[in-house]
């Protein structure tokens, strides 16, 4: 069961059937999950990063899908419990069944490969200090049993050497806090080798999506900016390591959908509380029946609450989603600031020098907060446009220079020469380009098949047989991913030099159209190699305005 998106063909660059649809299990607790379950449907791949109390149970309520699943265990699942207890029994339950229990597994679907993992905590992933992180595991991990996986000897003397190294209860003491010590170094140590696990797979290269699952989610904190964008976290040193090779990340305990890009990775997490799914008059009644007395007034019966939709991801879009919201809160915020500083920019040639160097400082104060709004964008532009070296790093940062006369108390010697209309011009500029990068990468691969589809149609036109190499999935997410348009050609040697001389001068780059063309000579098209496009089907990729664009 594959559905296709009838707005979108984009997947016919990169495989010859649509990407599957991926939903989320939905819910903030384990009876909201088990509800969310009566409304899965709308996908071909389900994803329950952990949730449903006893794993056996909810195996068997899985199955009965019919669908692929796959299920990472959670907190639920291991309370009162051991962790590896646990899996080992959810796994011998879906043994023969579309469940797949993910502890470190790889799994490939339909062209689509999941590692999933419980991924659990450390104080680097999760962004915080050890005695903070240590405070918050001590809560978390209250209820999860730790015995067993002590007595393994492999774990034993680790687990010991990192509650000394933290100064910490013994493991061992049989005491409350050497339980807190056991289960803090439980959770590290298995992150720790998650972590190690996932650099792993990432080092295998694989040609179509990437999907991670995870119970504990990735650290969500915004990144200190810095030089070269420098890492804060183990899953952001992780995604800087591979840089686009992971495409999704998936995760639950969260508290609220999250949906946002670290290093280029679209990391979702769904939650839906029962509020979620009411409509307006329902809410009223909810709220009306919450606040009546019983004095002498009828309660109202609220209607029964609707079922909880969990969301379902395409891959198709790429970053757009949590780059959108984003982008509309910065967006706004450079309007506004363009807004009051051209309000006042013809008062900056007023002729009273004391007006004019307040009304400069005016606008030095404002450009403050607009700098401010620019730096957050670049650091948008980077999930992107990641920076493969030190240089395009301080390209980006160069972007946010906006230097502009102090104004008073200072001197007047540079604010007299300095054209403030220019500056407008600047920021109306970098407020266009800041609102396109959600869809940039849309744009961009739709430029790309559109030249493409000319230079196909160029050489069919001169009775040329040609492919074009297909561009890399990560091109959804990336626009600078497909910056090259590699020509396969079945020609005679002697014409290569005289096409690329030709398409040379009819295709040439430039900032609309930003792409390298490389002719290469074939004898024959191989089935082995790269993903090769002919003319009808990169045209089928297009919508009817690209297709358009290309034949006329």
């Not at 509800?35 to 309520?61: H, M, N, Q, T, Y």
């Not at 019919?66 to 990472?72: R, T």
């Amino acid at each position: 069961m594959t559905l296709d998106n009838p707005a979108s063909s984009t997947w016919k660059l990169f495989r010859d059937r649509p990407f599957p649809r991926v939903q989320l299990l939905g819910g903030g607790n384990p009876a909201e999950r088990v509800r969310a379950l009566e409304c899965v449907g709308k996908c071909d791949v389900l994803v329950v990063p952990g949730g449903l109390s006893d794993i056996v149970e909810a195996v068997s309520a899985l199955s009965t899908l019919g669908m692929p699943v796959l299920y990472v265990a959670g907190l639920d699942e291991c309370r009162g419990r051991d962790w590896s207890q646990v899996v080992a029994s959810g796994k011998q339950a879906a043994s023969g069944t579309a469940v797949h229990i993910l502890d470190r597994d790889r799994v490939v679907l339909d062209g689509v490969r999941y590692l999933g993992c419980t991924f659990w905590s450390s104080p680097e992933c999760a962004g915080l200090s050890a005695r903070d992180w240590a405070r918050e595991v001590d809560l978390v991990l209250s209820e999860v049993d730790t015995a067993a996986w002590l007595s393994d000897s492999m774990n034993a003397p680790q687990a010991s050497a990192i509650a000394f190294a933290h100064q910490w209860e013994p493991v061992t003491a049989g005491s409350k806090a050497s339980a807190d010590s056991a289960r803090r170094a439980f959770a590290l140590i298995e992150n720790r080798r998650t972590i190690a696990w996932l650099a792993n797979e990432l080092r295998q290269r694989f040609e179509g999506p990437t999907v991670v699952v995870t119970h504990f989610a990735p650290e969500l904190r915004p990144r200190i900016a810095g030089a070269g964008g420098a890492t804060q976290s183990g899953v952001r040193a992780l995604l800087r390591q591979y840089p686009g090779a992971v495409d999704l990340w998936l995760h639950g305990q969260t508290n609220t959908t999250t949906d946002v890009a670290i290093e280029g990775t679209r990391v979702f997490g769904g939650f839906a509380e029962e509020n979620a799914a009411l409509g307006v008059s329902e809410l009223l009644d909810k709220a009306l029946s919450a606040a009546a007395t019983g004095k002498g007034r009828r309660k109202r019966v609220p209607s029964e609450p609707k079922q909880i939709m969990s969301r379902v991801i395409s891959f198709e879009d790429g970053l757009r989603a949590p780059l959108s919201s984003e982008v509309a809160f910065i967006v706004e915020e450079m309007r506004q600031t363009h807004k009051n500083v051209d309000a006042i920019v013809p008062h900056t040639m007023t002729r009273s020098s004391t007006l004019r160097m307040c009304v400069r400082r005016t606008i030095h104060d404002e450009m403050q907060a607009f700098t401010k709004a620019v730096s957050a964008a670049a650091e948008l532009e980077r999930q992107i446009y990641q920076p493969a070296n030190h240089l395009q790093s301080l390209l980006l940062t160069t972007r946010t220079d906006y230097a502009v006369p102090p104004g008073y108390p200072a001197k007047d010697s540079q604010g007299s020469s300095f054209d403030y209309y220019e500056l407008l011009n600047r920021m109306e500029a970098h407020i266009d380009s800041v609102r396109g990068l959600a869809g940039q990468a849309t744009l961009t691969l739709s430029k790309w098949a559109k030249r493409a589809g000319a230079i196909l149609r160029e050489l069919e036109a001169l009775g040329i047989d040609a492919r074009a190499v297909a561009p890399p999935v990560q091109s959804l997410r990336m626009p600078k991913v497909c910056e090259y348009l590699e020509i396969y050609a079945r020609c005679k040697e002697v014409e290569v030099d005289r096409l690329r001389e030709r398409l040379g001068k009819m295709f040439k780059r430039d900032e609309e159209w930003p792409f390298i063309t490389r002719l290469t000579r074939v004898a024959q098209f191989s089935k082995d190699g790269p993903r090769l496009l002919d003319l009808h089907t990169v045209l089928d990729s297009l919508d009817y305005a690209g297709r358009l664009a290309v034949t006329s």
